[in-house]
C-alpha cells in the first residue's frame, strides 16, 4: 500500500480527471479498502478540498466545482506574484497571450473568496518587456495598496522619494509631501513599476514610479476619472518615455540605408521599421529623442550608412563626425579623417 501521501496525491488526481467516481473502483484503482478511501477523503476535505459524497448502491465521491487546484495553495505573496505573471504574460507576443489570460481566469476561479479579492484588485498594463538590468523591488503592500486605489477610483496621498541626481526628469522632481493624486492606471516599463495618474497639485498628468512612492492612509475621496489623452495607457506611457506630453511619435525620427541584411538590423531596433532592400542592404527608419541621439543610435551598426533624411539627421551625423575626429586626434599627433559615414 503507498504511504499516505502519496495515496492523497493520487487520489485527487483520480477525482480531478472525472466528474464522478464510484467509491469501489476508486478503492480498485488505488488497492485500498473502501474504508481507507472514506478516511483519504475526509484528509482532503480538511485540507479544503469540497468532495461531495453521494449515497446508495452506486454511490461514489466528486471533486466540487472550483477545485482543480488546491484551495490552499497560495499565501497572499504567492497569489499577487501568481497574478502579476500571468497578467504581464497577456502582453508578452510570444504567442502565449490567449493562455495565459485563461490561466490566470482558470486560477482565480479556484482561489479562496480572499485571495480572489485580492487578485481582482490588482490590475495594470506590462507596456514594455522588462530590460535586461537590475530594477528597484516594490514592495507587494505598495502595488496593492496602488492597485486599490485606482480600482476604488480614491485619491491617493503618498510620499514621494527624491530622485537620484544623474537621469532625473520632470515627473521624478519631488514636491512638498504628500503629493496628491487621481490613479489612473498601474503599468510597467522596462521592467520597471509606474503609476499614470492625474496630479491635483500640478493640474497636469504624471508618472510616478512606484518604488519611490509611499502610500498615506487614508486615501481620499472618491472621484471621476478623467480622460487620458489618446484613450490608450500603453501609448500614453509610451509617449511620455519618448519626451512627449502625451501619446505620439518619438520627437525625432529620420530614416537611412544601411549596408547590413535587414535580419541583422532588426535584431536590434526595438521599435524601427525595417525593410529589405537586397542581401546586405536594408532601409531603417528610426526615432530618439534628439537629433545626435539617433545618429549615435544608427552610428552603432558596424555598416556603411546612408542618410535619406531629413536633414537634421545629416547634419547631425556631421557634428558627431566631428567630434569623433577631434577626440581621436586628441590621442594622436597625426590628423585624423573620419570615415564618411554622410553621402
Known amino acids: 500500500m503507498p504511504k499516505t501521501s502519496a495515496r492523497l496525491l493520487s487520489l485527487l488526481s483520480l477525482?480531478?480527471?472525472?466528474?464522478?467516481?464510484?467509491?469501489?473502483?476508486?478503492?480498485?484503482?488505488?488497492?485500498?479498502?473502501?474504508?481507507?478511501?472514506?478516511?483519504?477523503v475526509d484528509r482532503l476535505r480538511e485540507l479544503g478540498y469540497p468532495i461531495v459524497a453521494s449515497k446508495g448502491p452506486d454511490g461514489g465521491y466528486r471533486l466540487d466545482a472550483g477545485a482543480e487546484l488546491p484551495p490552499l495553495l497560495f499565501d497572499d505573496e504567492q497569489a499577487v506574484a501568481l497574478a502579476v505573471a500571468l497578467q504581464i504574460a497577456t502582453t508578452t507576443g510570444a504567442g502565449i497571450e490567449e493562455a495565459a489570460a485563461r490561466a490566470l481566469t482558470t486560477v482565480r476561479q479556484v482561489m479562496p473568496a480572499r485571495l480572489r479579492r485580492r487578485i481582482d484588485t490588482l490590475r495594470f498594463t506590462a507596456v514594455e518587456p522588462s530590460a535586461i538590468r537590475p530594477n528597484p523591488q516594490v514592495d507587494n503592500g505598495v502595488l496593492m495598496a496602488l492597485s486599490a486605489a485606482v480600482?476604488?477610483?480614491?485619491?491617493l496621498r503618498f510620499d514621494y522619494a527624491p530622485a537620484s541626481p544623474a537621469g532625473a526628469t520632470d515627473d521624478d522632481r519631488v514636491g512638498p509631501p504628500p503629493r496628491r493624486a487621481q490613479p489612473h492606471h498601474l503599468v510597467t516599463w522596462g521592467g520597471r513599476w509606474y503609476l499614470v495618474a492625474w496630479d491635483l497639485d500640478r493640474e497636469d498628468w504624471r508618472t510616478f514610479r512606484a518604488d519611490r512612492i509611499t502610500p498615506r492612509t487614508p486615501t481620499g475621496p472618491r472621484f471621476t476619472p478623467r480622460e487620458l489623452p489618446g484613450g490608450n495607457v500603453a501609448a500614453f506611457v509610451a509617449g511620455r518615455f519618448k519626451g512627449l506630453d502625451g501619446a505620439g511619435d518619438w520627437p525625432c525620427r529620420g530614416e537611412v540605408i544601411l549596408g547590413l541584411p535587414a535580419a541583422d538590423v532588426s535584431r536590434y531596433t526595438r521599435d524601427g521599421v525595417v525593410e529589405e532592400l537586397g542581401q546586405d542592404r536594408c532601409r531603417l527608419v528610426l526615432g530618439s529623442w534628439s537629433w545626435p541621439g539617433l545618429a549615435a543610435t544608427i552610428g552603432r551598426f558596424d555598416a556603411d550608412i546612408e542618410v535619406v533624411g531629413p536633414?537634421?539627421?545629416?547634419?547631425a551625423f556631421a557634428r558627431l563626425a566631428r567630434r569623433y575626429a577631434d577626440a581621436a586626434g586628441g590621442a594622436s599627433d597625426t590628423p585624423v579623417t573620419p570615415p564618411p559615414v554622410v553621402t
Open 151 to 155: 480600482h476604488a477610483r480614491e485619491v
Open 15 to 40: 477525482l480531478q480527471a472525472r466528474r464522478d467516481w464510484p467509491g469501489a473502483l476508486l478503492a480498485e484503482r488505488l488497492d485500498i479498502s473502501p474504508r481507507t478511501v472514506r478516511r483519504d
Open 311 to 315: 536633414a537634421e539627421l545629416k547634419d
